[in-house]
């Protein structure tokens, strides 16, 4: 199991987490929900950052004297800069991520007066990555002077893409994560609109998340130009697309269908239902549709696309709640939850929904009576199902010692109800206190 610990950094004054498959985070604004995010959405990406290093060695045989990790610290702080906006860093903090078994990161500020980053690989990951660029080097030679004998640049090019492979396979062992991995910001509405202008935005100025989101977005929405319909029936898993009834999923969410023509992106608006087909079909300008569907589009269309691939994913989440009916909340996490179970990805969640949460619980309450009982798949189906072993929730944002603290029962195997929902228990209180003090001064007259 992987783990971070984090200590004096931005709003977090300590934090010690396991990673869960499934995991939620709540608390109020500003408790640093997203700053745990991205701490374990950078360090998950450290890895492809290594790979994209070794296979630059692959493919040139460059190697200079500065040997890993010296040879990454530039990019390493260029990235963590760019996700976290500071180059200096106030006071000193800590973080830590545990890969494995003696295969770690840890992240401090120097002691010195600048407060610059001093990135710590544990020996294993400095022994192996070593050992791997010597590897990438010397086959890089190998291949070169097999192409100069027999004058085959296609041979060049498969041999260093079958050792590139190899390579791909002792990293992701080394770093025991298999994951392609995505981050799904809050405030997508504005950055879908955004998407069509990719071209006039300057992207330096954006941070890298943001950055990355709408470079995602540009490179998957032409793949929705044959409608999604079409998209389903040429899938190579289109059976299994259909019996999950993923078009019906979608739509109900969405309330239409996402599509492209001529370059220009609409929902085809759907005003009724029969028989699972649409009439009355309406093409609404994406800029022209609901906030809610501008939120939750992209988070549906890389569900999608990602569903459909033959790769896990390690996918962050934030506040996918946003602007959506609670109907459509409890649909869109019975999504989240489907994806999660067909493609055995990893799901982390950033929220303040009591409706999330409950929705959650259902599948969390589904998943551990289903271990007993297969007759709960026909209340909910095994597909939606959260099991315990494989779920976190925690709350932010109390004091230091108690800052993060799971809000699952550890008997129940349920999140605690008191932390579904915590502000309606003040809200009746206040009413029936307005209540009484109504029919007492009623009584009295």
Not at 167 to 178: A, H, R, S, T, V
Not at 309 to 338: C, M, S, W, Y
Request: some cysteine.
């Amino acid at each position: 199991m992987q783990k971070i610990t984090i200590r004096q950094f931005g709003p977090i004054p300590s934090c010690e987490l396991d990673i869960k498959p499934f995991m939620i985070l709540i608390g109020e604004q500003s408790t640093g929900k997203s700053t745990i995010c991205k701490c374990i959405y950078f360090f998950k990406s450290v890895r492809d950052v290594i790979k994209s290093y070794l296979h630059g060695i692959l493919s040139t045989g460059s190697l200079t004297e500065r040997r890993f990790p010296s040879s990454l610290n530039t990019e390493l702080k260029s990235r963590f800069v760019d996700l976290f906006g500071m180059s200096k860093f106030k006071g000193d903090f800590y973080l830590k991520y545990e890969y494995g078994p003696d295969a770690s990161l840890e992240i401090t500020s120097t002691n010195d007066e600048h407060k610059y980053l001093n990135f710590q690989f544990s020996s294993v990951i400095i022994q192996n990555i070593q050992k791997l660029e010597e590897i990438a080097k010397q086959h890089y030679q190998d291949a070169l002077n097999i192409k100069d004998v027999i004058s085959n640049e296609l041979f060049f090019d498969l041999e260093i893409k079958r050792v590139y492979m190899l390579m791909e396979k002792e990293i992701n062992k080394l770093f025991n994560d298999i994951s392609e991995h995505y981050y799904i910001p809050a405030g997508r509405g504005l950055l879908t609109l955004l998407s069509n202008q990719l071209l006039n935005i300057e992207l330096k100025s954006l941070d890298y998340i943001t950055r990355d989101f709408l470079k995602l977005i540009q490179r998957e929405r032409n793949t929705f130009e044959q409608g999604l319909i079409n998209i389903i029936n040429n899938s190579d898993k289109r059976d299994l697309l259909r019996k999950h009834n993923i078009f019906q999923k979608m739509t109900s969410i969405l309330k239409g269908n996402y599509y492209i023509k001529r370059d220009k992106e609409y929902i085809r608006f759907q005003n009724g239902f029969q028989d699972g087909f649409a009439k009355n079909r309406v093409l609404l300008p994406i800029n022209y549709a609901s906030s809610g569907q501008q939120e939750v589009l992209w988070i549906l269309n890389l569900l999608f696309v990602w569903m459909q691939g033959d790769k896990r994913t390690f996918v962050v989440i934030e506040e996918p709640e946003a602007h959506l009916f609670p109907n459509a909340q409890k649909e869109l996490i019975d999504f989240i939850a489907l994806f999660a179970n067909l493609s055995n990805s990893e799901i982390m969640i950033t929220t303040h929904s009591p409706y999330i949460l409950t929705c959650v619980n259902n599948l969390l309450y589904a998943g551990k009576v289903g271990e007993r009982y297969e007759e709960v798949s026909s209340i909910v189906p095994k597909e939606y199902w959260i099991h315990p072993s494989s779920f976190g929730a925690f709350i932010l944002g109390g004091l230091n010692s108690q800052f993060i603290r799971s809000i699952v029962d550890e008997e129940l195997h349920e999140i605690a109800a008191e932390n579904i929902d915590q502000v309606s228990a003040s809200i009746r209180m206040q009413y029936s206190r307005i209540f009484e003090l109504e029919a007492d001064n009623e009584f009295s007259e």
